[in-house]
């Protein structure tokens, strides 16, 4: 039959192993970038953000890298655990003060 | 820690009627968002509000939405004649400053019948 709606990439991964989730942003001239992290029927949650000025950012668990040659992004997961099973999401800051927000990657936890 | 608060958490109303959708930003924060996310799509920019006027607006904001900020917390949006594909998730944000995270409400769930 036929499917309506967007077809998420998908990426499962044994619980303890790391994620690693990808995005590819649109505009060179993008200064500012967030991750989040959306579960299902909940807003968006904050993980982790970087600016254009750094390459290389980390968090708990989470690490962010930037690579503006080629315009890509990547969410680092150590050791995921059942409860980061959700749709991550990165958020490009264009001018004007408007976050354009890509597709989304669904991650599945195998416990 | 801060949030931004949301409410009603859903709303059914019939095709054609008003619908108010409602958001409590946090407190000190300057810039104000609604998006909206249709059932498994990405999440899509509608509106930006800053220094009590809109900044920008999307092609999905036409005239059947407005945006208001009556009093010092609260910041609405507004359908006048809602339609069958205005049902989505709405979502309120808000951030402090110009290059600052972006902080998400939990949503409303519009349903239009």
């Known amino acids: 039959g036929e499917s309506v709606g967007l077809h998420l990439p998908t990426l499962s991964v044994q619980e303890g192993d790391n994620s690693i989730i990808n995005c590819a942003y649109s505009?060179?001239?993008?200064?500012?970038f967030i991750w989040y992290k959306q579960e299902s029927g909940k807003g968006p949650q904050f993980i982790i953000d970087i600016r254009s000025n750094m390459d290389k950012r980390q968090g708990q668990r989470v690490t962010v890298l930037l690579n503006k040659t080629v315009k890509h992004l990547s969410l680092q997961i150590a050791a995921t655990q059942p409860g980061d099973s959700a749709v991550y999401f990165c958020?490009?800051?264009?001018?004007?003060?408007?976050?354009?927000f890509g597709t989304g990657t669904s991650l599945t936890v195998i416990p | 820690e801060p949030e931004v608060t949301q409410t009603p958490s859903h709303q059914v109303t019939q095709m054609g009627q008003e619908v108010i959708l409602r958001c409590v930003p946090i407190?000190?924060?300057?810039?104000f968002y609604w998006y909206r996310q249709i059932l498994g799509q990405k999440v899509e920019f509608l509106v930006s509000?800053?220094?009590?006027?809109?900044?920008?607006k999307s092609e999905i904001f036409d005239d059947q939405f407005s945006v208001e900020r009556p009093d010092g917390s609260n910041f609405t949006l507004k359908i006048r004649s809602t339609k069958l594909e205005d049902s989505a998730m709405y979502f309120c944000a808000s951030k402090g400053g110009s290059v600052e995270k972006l902080f998400f409400g939990s949503g409303t769930q519009l349903s239009v019948l």
């Open positions: 505009n060179s001239a993008s200064d500012y």
């Open positions: 958020a490009e800051l264009l001018t004007g003060n408007q976050f354009y």
């Open positions: 407190s000190n924060h300057l810039y």
């Open positions: 509000f800053y220094n009590n006027e809109i900044s920008e």
